[in-house]
């Protein structure tokens, strides 16, 4: 059994602004159903804190292009699951087809 190697520091920075983005876009769809400026505020403020976030981890050590691809791959495929499985939204074969190659992307890059 070979050494563990260490999770980069940026990684949860990483994992965290997905995360947050998501709430964000959760609050967001749920804004654009139900109304409702609290919504669209709390939104906005986990958007924010999101991009703190994004702030440290680029301190961290990661470039922007490897980061700006994984949380734009992490949120698409993040987002079609929470729209399609949580909001009864229906994909075209090619969003599908889309879809799988994000999952590749994030393979390829890890």
Known sequence: MGPVAAIPVWVPFLAAVVTLELIADVIAKEFSLHGGGWR??????????????????????????????LFAVGVAIGAT?????????ALTQRQKAGAVLGVVVLALLS
């Open 40 to 69: 669209m505020a709390l939104a906005v403020a986990f958007v924010v804190v999101g991009n703190v976030t994004w702030q440290i981890m680029l301190r961290s050590g990661v470039g922007l292009a490897r980061a700006g691809l």
């Open 81 to 89: 699951l929470i729209g399609v499985f949580g909001y009864d939204e």
